[in-house]
């Protein structure tokens, strides 16, 4: 009972002082392993709360009203592992007291938001409003490092130098 109480009260401070957390939702048949994503959320009345799915706002793969989740809790300082956690997933209905608890919450923490006020009535028509919710203990942190390579672009930064630039640079003012 005590190592759970521990465990409860790491997960939710940790949660708290992140700025991010990295979910992988429940590998599907179709889709297979679910890939960690870098998540903003808030931390409202014992769970971690993300919104996402709609424009403009961040994609939630994977995770599924029922479903289960695995939740990465990192370090806001120093970037590394502090806790590992299961998850159960639930949507919360748009409009239900729940929804409109966690928007309030979410809403203070949005940046850069497109639209300021008419946010949550965005988020009501086009997105959905997640609860992760910490169950049984915390899972013990991957040996290793958990770092996949970039998926394929056809974006990219490398280009020659175009050949004027070095006299543009190193010509002297008259």
């Known amino acids: 009972m005590t190592s759970e109480l521990l465990d409860r009260a790491l997960v939710e401070e940790a949660t708290k002082k992140s700025g991010l957390i990295w979910v992988q939702g429940a590998p599907s048949s179709a889709a297979g392993l679910q890939v960690a ?6 931390w409202h009345e014992g769970a971690a709360c993300v919104v996402g799915d709609g424009p403009g706002e961040q994609p939630l ?20 592992r502090i806790v590992v956690w299961p998850a159960t997933v639930t949507e919360l209905a748009p ?31 086009e997105c959905r409003i997640l609860r992760l919710e910490p169950r049984g203990t915390t899972v013990p942190l991957p040996e290793g490092s958990l770092a996949a390579p970039p998926p394929p672009t056809p974006a990219t930064t490398r280009r020659p130098v175009p050949a004027a630039l070095p006299r543009l640079l190193l010509r002297k003012r008259r």
Not at 37 to 42: Q, T
């Open 37 to 42: 994503r870098a998540l903003w959320h808030v």
């Open 61 to 80: 793969p994977g995770l599924v009203d029922g479903g289960d989740a695995v939740v990465t809790v990192r370090s806001k300082d120093k970037g590394g």
């Open 95 to 125: 409009g239900s007291p729940e929804w409109e608890g966690a928007v309030a919450e979410l809403k203070g923490k949005r940046l850069n938001a497109r639209d300021g006020e008419g946010m949550p009535e965005r988020w009501r028509r």
